[in-house]
């Protein structure tokens, strides 16, 4: 089986994993980052018309960040409707 490149960051997690600094989460701490999680389902689609500059902005914005810009878009919206 051919192995995977990984990158810098990837190959210092499975270096910490192989040294066993992660330890398996349980009880409490591991059912509050379940209902984070399930908190921050996305399970409505949303259709909407926005200035193609305005798009391209957000567009460069999330790519300096690493993100997709769908991914940025819902994280902008879910912050205003805190």
Do not use: C, W
């Not at 190959?11 to 059912?31: D, R, S, T, Y």
Request: hydrophobic letters at 35%.
């Amino acid at each position: 089986m051919k192995r995977a490149k990984l990158s810098k960051e990837e190959k210092e997690i499975e270096a910490a994993l192989l040294k066993g600094e992660f330890k398996p989460l349980k009880g409490k701490e591991l059912e509050k980052i379940e209902n984070a999680l399930r908190a921050r389902k996305k399970d409505v689609t949303m259709t909407i018309r926005v200035n193609s500059e305005d798009i391209e902005k957000i567009k460069n914005k999330a790519n300096k960040l690493g993100v997709k810009y769908q991914s940025y878009i819902s994280e902008i919206i879910h912050q205003v409707a805190q």
